[in-house]
Every structure is written in C-alpha cells, then in structure tokens.
C-alpha cells in the first residue's frame, strides 16, 4: 500500500491546518448534550460551512469541496489534531447523506442537504425502539398510507440528538403482513416539531440528554420524504448501518488525536516505574496507528460490506480502552478533575452498545467474513 501523500494532497492539509489555526474557538465549547452547547455547536458548523470545511467530500453543489475519501481522512487528521470541537450534524452528515447520495431523489439532496452542511438543520436518528434495537427487523412503528403520504405512529428510544434536533430518520413498518420482519419497511425522514411527535429526553450518566425518546401520534409525512421506494427500507438502512459502523461515524484522525494527548497526559502524569501503565499507554499509540492504516485500506477497498463490522468492534473497544487509561492516569479524582477525559469517558461507554451492539457485530464477523455456521438467538 502507498501511503504518500501527492502534492496537491499536501496542499489540502496545509490549507485545512492554517484556516484551523485560526477559527478553533480558543476555548472548548459547552457540552454539546446542553441546550446552549447545541447552540454553539450548530453556529460552529454555520462557520465551518461558510469556509467549506463542513462536508469536504460532498459535491461542491451541496457546500462540500468534492475532494473524495483520501482527502477528508487528511482533513479529519487535521481537525481533531486542532482540537476542533465535536461535530453535532453527525447525523446528518455522515449517516442521512451518504444514504441520500445512494438512494434519494436529486430533488430530496437538493432540498435537504444544503441546510444539513451549515448546521440550519440538525438530524436525530430514530431507529432503536422499546423492543427492536439490535434486532432492529422487529420493529413495531407504523407508517399508514394516506392521501399524499403516511401517517406515523409508534414509539422510538435512544435516539441520538433528538432532544434538541430538528428532524429525524428511521425506518417504519408499512406493510404488517410481509412475510418476513425485514420486509415491508419504508424509509422516511420527519420533523421533529411536526404535530403528534412528543419528544422526551433521557438523561445520560452524568445527567445530560444526549439521548431522546420519541411519541408518534399520526404524524404526516409527504410523499417526498420517502427515501427509496416504499417496502424496501430494510436495504437502505442496511446501507446507512454500513456508513455508520464503517468508515465515517469514528474516523482515524479522532483517535490519533486522543493518542497523542494521552502520551502528554503520561508525560506529566505517568509514573516512570509503573510499566504496566506505561505499556497502556504505547496499546494506544499502536492502536491508533493501526485503526489508521486499516481504514486507509477500507477506503480503497469500498464499499466494505461486512468489513464494515470490524471497523465497530474496533474503534468501541479502543476508546473506552483510551479513556480508561487516561482516568488510571489520573488517579481517583480523574472523574471529577479533568472534564475531557471524563466526559469522553461516559461517552465511551455507550460505544459498543450504539450502531448495533458489538456482540451482533461478532455475529455478523463470524458468519459473513468467517463463514462460521449461525448460532442460536
């Protein structure tokens, strides 16, 4: 594999690093899990998108710069490296919009990503619910046909960024009698302010709503927010989840970032003679690196397919392995003394659970890369 960098590659990153050079607020921006970090956080990404830096893989149509995967990998690497704050369109960017790309209409991209870039409006996904959540086929929520579109009515939990988003994607059930439960689901996408949805935060460890329930209660939607056809969103989501479990949701420059500040941390933290510690430490320096050339080859092997389920188990168990150190590092009150750490702690937490938890990803591993016969559930 070649991993050097052309000029124009070089060019890019030096053009990324001097612009975050100088916009990266000075200070971290409140918890983007509170009403005022949304806040903050949505202007970051109207700032961002005033420069093009929103979405540099997109078309230049939609606000991006076009530059492809290798690029916005470069781009990624610059941005965490800079201490940028996290992004809160997510969502939207790297779940709802490769999936537009694949499956929406051009009128749908050109209608909903341009507000999506600038961080005018924000996107919750609302998949999981009360009894379909890693098995998501499950899923009981309804949508009904209606003159000019569907009406929706059901209920969905963990829904990321639903307690201050703007709108929501998620796959409901159109057609009760498919014979399968992966049948007979169609994909749309509605607003979260719309009359009979009712939106209840659930509070994270550490008290803050990084998480929403969902009430639907005869929601309209039109028929222009069906993604795809209807009855088929099962293979549409299935496209998302790769999206989601593969290469964008966690990308490398995050991690190698997070590396490189735990050595720090080790530097004026760590105790020479304490060896076990120290070799935590270089675990997560190695990981990084690997995760970083791992995805370098996924990125010229697209689309990933199951390989997508490697790229999950990884990444999760790495950042809670990271955070985890970081805190050993700091000794009992690391919770309490350093809210970087801790925080991403909490949020590490939750890492093999979302984007389908890591033991049906082991499932997926096994029968479809390893060829293993399937096991009971």
Do not use: C
Not at 29 to 55: K, Y
Not at 138 to 155: H, I, P, Y
Request: aromatic content about 10%; charged content about 25%; proline content about 5%.
């Amino acid at each position: 594999m070649d991993l050097s960098y052309t000029r124009t590659e070089e060019a890019f990153r030096a053009e990324a690093r001097e612009w975050l050079r100088e916009h990266v607020p000075a200070e971290p921006l409140p918890s983007l899990e509170t009403a005022e970090g949304f806040a903050a956080h949505r202007a970051w990404e109207a700032e961002l998108a005033a420069a093009r830096w929103s979405v540099v893989s997109w078309p230049e149509a939609y606000g991006g710069r076009g530059v492809g995967l290798a690029r916005w990998l470069l781009f990624e690497e610059e941005y965490w490296a800079a201490g940028a704050p996290g992004r809160v369109s997510q969502n939207g960017v790297q779940l709802l919009a490769p999936t537009l790309f694949d499956h929406g209409t051009a009128e749908q991209r050109a209608r909903v990503l341009p507000s999506m870039a600038t961080g005018e409006t924000i996107w919750a996904q609302a998949w999981s619910e009360p009894e379909a959540g890693s098995d998501l086929a499950s899923l009981t929520s309804r949508a009904v046909r209606t003159d000019g579109g569907w009406l929706l009515s059901g209920q969905k939990t963990w829904s990321s960024r639903a307690a201050f988003a703007d709108r929501a994607f998620g796959i409901f059930r159109s057609d009760p009698d498919a014979d399968r439960p992966h049948r007979g689901l169609t994909y749309l996408m509605f607003d979260l302010r719309a009359p009979g949805v009712t939106v209840r935060p659930i509070g994270r460890l550490d008290g803050k709503p990084a998480f929403a329930e969902l009430f639907l209660d005869g929601v309209f939607v039109p028929d222009e927010d069906v993604i795809g056809e209807p009855g088929q969103g099962w293979r549409i989501a299935m496209s998302t989840t790769g999206n989601e479990r593969g290469l964008m949701l966690r990308s490398p420059g995050r991690f190698l970032a997070a590396a490189d500040r735990l050595v720090r941390l080790w530097e004026t933290e760590g105790e020479p003679a304490d060896s076990a510690l120290r070799d935590r430490v270089a675990d997560a320096v190695i990981g990084a690196r690997a995760y970083q050339l791992f995805t370098a080859g996924a990125a010229a092997r697209l689309p990933t397919g199951a390989e997508s389920s490697l790229n999950k188990v990884f990444w999760s168990e790495y950042d809670l392995a990271l955070h985890e150190t970081a805190l050993d590092l700091l000794g009992a009150d690391g919770e309490l003394t350093d809210g970087a750490w801790a925080e991403g702690y909490v949020f590490s937490l939750a890492g093999p659970l979302y984007a389908g938890t890591n033991e049906i990803q082991r499932d997926i591993i096994a029968e479809r890369l390893l060829g293993l016969p399937k096991g009971r559930r």
